[in-house]
């Protein structure tokens, strides 16, 4: 549930859907959270080792660790592995949720897809704060890098009933 919550996908469902500051509980309940039923083993065989790694880097985690079956040091803070990491797992959960490449390109600059006097846009601040930083929109090419990478392996998430 945590790197489903966390998945870019999920955040851009719930900005079409919240109009205010806060989160409604009966708009809580309207998300598409995938069940844990959704997932098969080599679902979660990808999926837990992202989310382990994203989310031990201090050793008040460790109970979580444990939790899964992992008992080493915290992870290093590395910025680069870090995004590298939350882009393959938003790459799996726009797999899982079937989106198309250029389905996925639209969630992350409707600008790219519409051009370039579109009005709307989802990411901005995360655009013009990566822009700043690295002279590019990194999760963008992170994400349809690791997106495309998922689909040359036959990757695809058993999700069929929870579309």
């Known amino acids: 549930m945590l790197a489903n919550a966390n998945a870019l996908i999920l ?6 859907k919240v109009s205010y500051l806060t989160l409604a509980q009966f708009i809580a309940k309207q998300l598409p959270i995938l069940p844990p039923t959704a997932y098969s083993e080599s679902d979660l065989a990808f999926i837990i080792p992202r989310v382990l790694e994203l989310s031990y880097t201090s ?3 460790a109970p979580f660790a ?28 726009a797999l899982a949720y079937g989106l198309a490449r250029d389905e ?14 579109y009005p709307s846009e989802t990411f901005r601040v995360l655009q013009n704060n990566e822009m700043r930083a690295y ?11 690791a997106y495309d990478e998922l689909m040359a392996q036959g990757m695809r998430p058993r999700l069929e009933g929870y579309r």
């Not at 955040?11 to 079409?16: G, K, L, P």
């Not at 040091?73 to 393959?88: H, I, K, S, V």
Request: hydrophobic share 35%; charged share 35%.
């Open 66 to 93: 444990r939790d899964l079956d992992y008992e080493g040091q915290p992870f290093p803070w590395n910025e680069d592995r870090r995004a590298q990491l939350r882009a393959e797992l938003d790459a799996w959960y």
């Open 104 to 117: 996925l390109r639209y969630v992350l600059d409707p600008k790219d897809i519409m051009g370039a006097d």
């Open 11 to 16: 955040d851009y469902v719930c900005r079409t």
């Open 59 to 61: 050793h008040s985690m």
């Open 135 to 145: 002279g590019e929109y990194r999760t963008q090419r992170l994400v349809l890098a």
